[in-house]
């Protein structure tokens, strides 16, 4: 967020005044509420800045761009610390963000993504000896298509999937 105290510098100034037009002020008073507010509306399965149970990796879902010749963009996870090092992103990813996504950590620090698109799921994973995160897919819907023991959290899900 932008200090008030840097407006003025930051915005273009009146030649017959010389202060910053005060319609630009409102216009970014209004972006910042609305961008501010935004969060508290979202599904808790949608919530950006989501701290990993045990406090040590926050994910933060972003927009960039596609790979293709598509002009969409495209849903890119990335893990941070709390102190924002960035450990991981997902630079190959192919979650076109004019489909829904949705995510959850679990106990143990992994966190899950259910595509809307085609339903597949997804976990992101820490190995035990290089502690350097994967992603692996899971399966489609509910439906385990790995050799996984465990199962992505409940709340995982919108509730249209059954």
């Known amino acids: 967020m932008v200090s008030p105290d840097l407006l003025p510098e930051l915005l273009p100034v009146r030649a017959d005044r010389g202060q910053p037009h005060?319609?630009?002020?409102?216009?970014?008073a209004v972006a910042t509420a609305?961008?501010?507010c935004?969060?508290?509306?979202?599904?808790?399965?949608?919530?950006?800045?989501?701290?990993s149970p045990s406090g040590r990796f926050v994910m933060t879902m972003l927009i960039g761009p596609t790979p293709s010749?598509?002009?969409?963009?495209?849903w890119k996870v990335t893990i941070s610390t709390p102190a924002g090092e960035?450990?991981?992103?997902?630079?190959?990813?192919?979650?076109?963000?004019s489909f829904s996504v949705y995510w959850v950590w679990d106990q143990d620090d992994r966190l899950w993504?259910?595509?809307s698109d085609d339903s597949d799921v997804y976990f992101f994973a820490r190995g035990s000896t290089d502690n350097q995160w994967s992603k692996v897919l899971w399966g489609q819907g509910r439906a385990n298509e790995s050799d996984c023991s465990f199962s992505p959290p409940s709340g995982l899900y919108p509730p249209y999937v059954r």
């Open 22 to 28: 005060l319609a630009l002020i409102g216009l970014i």
């Open 34 to 36: 609305i961008v501010g």
């Open 38 to 51: 935004g969060e508290r509306g979202a599904p808790a399965n949608q919530r950006q800045h989501l701290t």
């Open 69 to 74: 010749s598509w002009d969409i963009g495209v």
């Open 86 to 97: 960035l450990l991981f992103k997902d630079e190959d990813s192919k979650f076109l963000a």
């Open 113 to 115: 993504l259910y595509n």
